[in-house]
C-alpha cells in the first residue's frame, strides 16, 4: 500500500473522528494564540489532520489522491524505495507545518484566528508534481483544463491576492507557504531537478478538452 493512501486513510479516520466529537477538533486546530500563549505547537502538525467538513476533506484528498502517488513514486525513482517513502512522508509531514508557520506568526495575537486542514501540505504534493511535469494537465473543477506550470502560477498570484484581500475564513497563507515548501524542499533533496524541470520547460505541450 503507498503511504499516500495510507495518509488518506489516517487523515479520513482522524477529520471524521473530529466530525462527530468537535472538543477533539478544538484541541487539534490550528490556532496561534494558544500555541504562543499556551506553547501548544503540536497544533502546527495536528491540524493537518482535521477538516471542516466532509466537502473540505473530500476535495484535500482527492487532489492528494491524484497527484500523491506520482510524487511518491518520483521520489522512489530518484531516492530508491525506503528513501524515497521516507523523503515523501517528510515532504508531506514538514509541508504541513511550515504551511501554518507564517499565520502563527501573522496571527500569534489575534485570539480569533483558527484554521486547519490539508490544504497546505496538498499544496506541496501539487507543486512538486509540476516540478516534475509542468506541462501535465490539471483539470479544474474536473473539467476545465490547465497545464501544471500555468495553474501554479494562477494558484500562487491568487493565493497572494486573496491572502491580502479577501475576508472568507480560508487560510490562503498557509496555501501559498505549502506550495513554496513543497518546490523548496524537492529542489533541496535534489537539485538536479530543476535541470529536469527546466529541460521539460522547453517541450511544452498544451492541454486540450478530454471531450
Not at 97 to 115: E, G, M, P, W
Not at 135 to 141: E, N, S
Not at 166 to 181: E, M, Q, T, Y
Request: hydrophobic letters at 50%.
Amino acid at each position: 500500500m503507498s503511504l499516500t493512501l495510507i495518509i488518506i486513510i489516517v487523515t479520513s479516520l482522524i477529520s471524521y473522528q473530529a466530525f462527530q466529537n468537535r472538543g477533539m477538533s478544538s484541541k487539534l486546530h490550528h490556532s496561534p494564540y494558544i500555541e504562543s500563549h499556551k506553547k501548544e505547537f503540536y497544533r502546527m502538525l495536528t491540524a493537518g489532520f482535521i477538516h471542516g467538513g466532509w466537502g473540505h476533506l473530500m476535495v484535500n484528498m482527492f487532489v492528494l489522491y491524484f497527484f500523491g502517488e506520482s510524487v511518491e513514486n518520483r521520489f522512489m525513482s530518484i531516492f530508491g524505495e525506503t528513501m524515497g517513502r521516507i523523503n515523501f512522508m517528510l515532504l508531506y509531514l514538514l509541508a504541513i507545518v511550515a504551511a501554518n508557520i507564517f499565520t502563527y506568526f501573522k496571527h500569534k495575537d489575534n485570539h480569533l484566528f483558527a484554521s486547519l486542514g490539508a490544504s497546505g501540505a496538498v499544496s506541496a504534493v501539487l507543486f512538486a508534481h509540476v516540478l516534475f511535469d509542468p506541462w501535465g494537465c490539471l483539470y479544474l473543477y474536473a473539467i476545465i483544463p490547465i497545464n501544471g506550470i500555468i495553474g501554479a502560477v494562477l494558484y500562487v498570484v491568487y493565493s497572494t491576492w486573496a491572502s491580502k484581500n479577501r475576508k472568507d475564513h480560508v487560510d490562503h497563507d498557509a496555501h501559498l507557504w505549502g506550495a513554496i515548501f513543497g518546490v523548496v524542499f524537492t529542489l533541496v533533496l535534489s537539485p538536479k531537478i530543476f535541470s529536469y524541470f527546466i529541460a521539460k520547460m522547453a517541450e511544452p505541450v498544451w492541454c486540450s478538452f478530454p471531450f
